[in-house]
Each structure stands twice: as C-alpha cells, then as structure tokens.
C-alpha cells in the first residue's frame, strides 16, 4: 500500500504576510529575479499566472525543469498549493505537493512550507531536498521585498 510522506518547515520572514504571499499567489514569474541562485527560469505554459490550473514549467539550477500547476490558494488564510505534473521529482516520487500558508505576525509573518509526497519505491530518498528549495526560495523573496 502507498504511503503519503509529509514534511514540513516554517520559516520566519520580516517581510508582511500578503506581500509574500502576493509574489507565490501571482507573480511566480519574478521568481529568476528574485532567486537566480536556485531558479533559472518560469515560462507559463497554460492559463495565466493566478488561476487554479495554470501551468509552469520551472528550470531550476541544480535539479533540472519540470511542470507545476497552480492547484488551490486561499487570500483569506494566505494559503496555496502547487503540484508537480513532470520533470526529474517524477523520476523518484509518484506524486509530490507543496503547500505554503503565510501566518501575519504584525509586520512580519510565518511561512509554513508542507511537501506531501509519495516515493516510487522504498530506495528514493526523503524528498528533503525540495524543501531545502522551497525554504532558500522563502528566505529569496523576503529579501527582495525588504530591498523593495
């Protein structure tokens, strides 16, 4: 039987929650800009930059592309989620899911990251790595809004 693995990391940020959540919400474009350290590129490949089911192709600089849709968000509770279609992370996971949900602290906030992911088979690692990403991406965006 297959088993969901779920990993989690918070992250905190000086940054406000809705302007972090408004760069991963509707403009995953400036991500190269942001972070050209870990993303090399974002192309839309389908729909528009803010809508469930829109689809990114994403060139990182360490691991290769893939495609990501746009599968959920919430501007109330500042939360979204993003599936992976293809790429290298579907050599080794059957499924992988990033969720973030961004937590207002006065001016700063909270970034809860949780990848939901199953393994093709017992010898692939712990996706650990994908987190690590999600986390430099995290720390990436702060930055440029504090420069802003």
Request: net charge negative; hydrophobic share 40%; aromatic share 12%.
């Amino acid at each position: 039987m297959a088993q969901l693995v779920k990993v989690e990391a918070q992250v905190e940020l000086e940054s406000p929650a809705e302007k972090v959540f408004d760069i991963f919400r509707r403009k995953s474009y400036l991500f190269p800009e942001i972070a050209p350290h870990v993303v090399k590129d974002v192309k839309l490949v389908s729909g528009d930059w803010d809508s469930v089911g829109s689809v990114w192709l994403w060139t990182q600089c360490d691991s290769g592309s893939g495609k990501e849709t746009f599968e959920a968000f919430d501007d109330e509770t500042k939360s979204i989620t993003f599936k992976c279609l293809d790429g290298v992370a579907m050599n080794f996971y059957k499924s992988l899911k990033s969720s973030l949900q961004f937590s207002p602290e006065g001016e700063r906030c909270t970034a809860k990251a949780v990848l939901t992911y199953e393994k093709q088979n017992a010898d692939v690692p712990d996706a650990n790595k994908y987190l690590e990403f999600t986390r430099s991406l995290l720390i990436s965006v702060d930055g440029y809004l504090l420069k802003a």
